[in-house]
T-cell receptor, first 117, second 115 residues
């Protein structure tokens, strides 16, 4: 079974600064997807960014980028130019890419990000 | 609003009662998922439908839990004889099918409190 670990329960960042959230995972599969989801206080989960394991290039979405290290099974999220609206719980998630692997997402325990003025 | 909707948003019940939650997915999505999220934890997968067929169930889904998706549209999740340990946020998500990856869109959740 796959597991996802987020070792930082809380992180703080000053507005306009950069912060990196950590995630490690464990799997025996070679093909999979990794995601970062944001859950604001209203509780609706929003996809921030995704990475396909077969792609070596790190994904980027505007101010959000990832550092994907497949051999180390590490998948960190970097938020640049942090804004007050970035304050939320961030979840790292894994999904198998194999047809028989199911479609479920496996989530970490989350990192609460606080953005300070 | 064309997103995933869930009703009710909050439910308070007494231990031993039955509760039913509803999820309306995005209209063209044929895949529907249920997750459970307890305080301080990430969501945990419960079950998954493709159209009306329930294709996968987690071991978390005890025999007190049943989910249906008649006609492949909305879905219901019923919990019988609720226990205090069932208190959680129940999240629904939907996605398109076909390709190996399609984004799961989440609803706002139903928060269940069992007294």
């Amino acid at each position: 079974a796959q597991t996802v670990t987020q070792s930082q329960p809380e992180m703080s960042v000053q507005e306009a600064e950069t912060v990196t959230l950590s995630c490690t995972y464990d799997t025996s599969e070679s093909d999979y997807y990794l995601f970062w989801y944001k859950q604001p206080p209203s509780r609706q989960m929003i996809l921030v960014i995704r990475q396909e394991a077969y792609k070596q290039q790190n994904a980027t979405e505007n101010r959000f980028s990832v550092n994907f290290q497949k051999a180390a099974k590490s998948f960190s999220l970097k938020i640049s130019d942090s804004q007050l609206g970035d304050a939320a719980m961030y979840f790292c998630a894994y999904r198998s890419a194999f047809r028989g692997g199911g479609n479920k997402l496996t989530f970490g325990t989350g990192t609460q990000l606080k953005v300070e003025l | 609003d064309t997103g995933v909707s869930q009703n009710p948003r909050h439910k308070i019940t007494k231990r031993g009662q039955n509760v039913t939650f509803r999820c309306d997915p995005i209209s063209e999505h044929n895949r529907l998922y249920w997750y459970r999220q307890t305080l301080g934890q990430g969501p945990e997968f419960l079950t998954y439908f493709q159209n009306e067929a329930q294709l996968e169930k987690s071991r978390l889904l005890s025999d007190r839990f049943s989910a249906e998706r008649p006609k492949g549209s909305f879905s219901t999740l019923e919990i019988q004889r609720t226990e205090q340990g069932d208190s959680a946020m129940y999240l629904c998500a939907s996605s398109l099918g076909g390709a190996s990856y399609n984004e799961q869109f989440f609803g706002p959740g139903t928060r269940l409190t069992v007294l």
